[in-house]
């Protein structure tokens, strides 16, 4: 498959001025530019349900990612046990959505650890287990 798409960020700064209707106008902007898929970037927002049944009714693919990005995350036992939640919850209520095709996590995490962006080097036996 031939993909060619591009990056989706929150639509608007306030969520409560986003509605159906923008995104409508939004995401036919991405088929009239001849794209078929749409990556909702991790450090954005999971989308209301309108997002992904106008996804599907305009056969755009989506690159779900899961809102884990560009930060160092905790890797205790409290904060995954409420990661596992998020997950299931999500995939849960997006798992008949045929447009997304794949989900993914950790935009730029592993390489700002391994490029010490933050000074954090010393996490990286941590994260690496």
């Not at 008949?96 to 935009?107: G, R």
Request: charged share 20%; net charge negative.
């Amino acid at each position: 498959i031939f993909i060619k798409g591009a990056n989706w960020v929150p639509a608007d700064a306030f969520e409560s001025r986003v509605n159906t209707s923008s995104l409508d106008r939004l995401l036919s902007s991405l088929v009239d530019a001849n794209m078929n898929a749409v990556r909702n970037w991790g450090g954005g927002i999971y989308q209301r349900n309108e997002f992904y049944d106008l996804c599907d009714q305009k056969g755009l693919l989506v690159w779900e990612e899961f809102m884990f990005a560009c930060s160092m995350y905790p890797v205790g036992k409290d904060f995954l046990a409420n990661v596992a939640e998020e997950v299931v919850d999500n995939v849960f209520r997006l798992m008949n959505h045929p447009s997304i095709f794949v989900w993914s996590t950790n935009n730029e995490n592993e390489v700002a650890i391994a490029q010490n962006w933050y000074g954090t080097s010393d996490y990286t036996q941590t994260y690496s287990k």
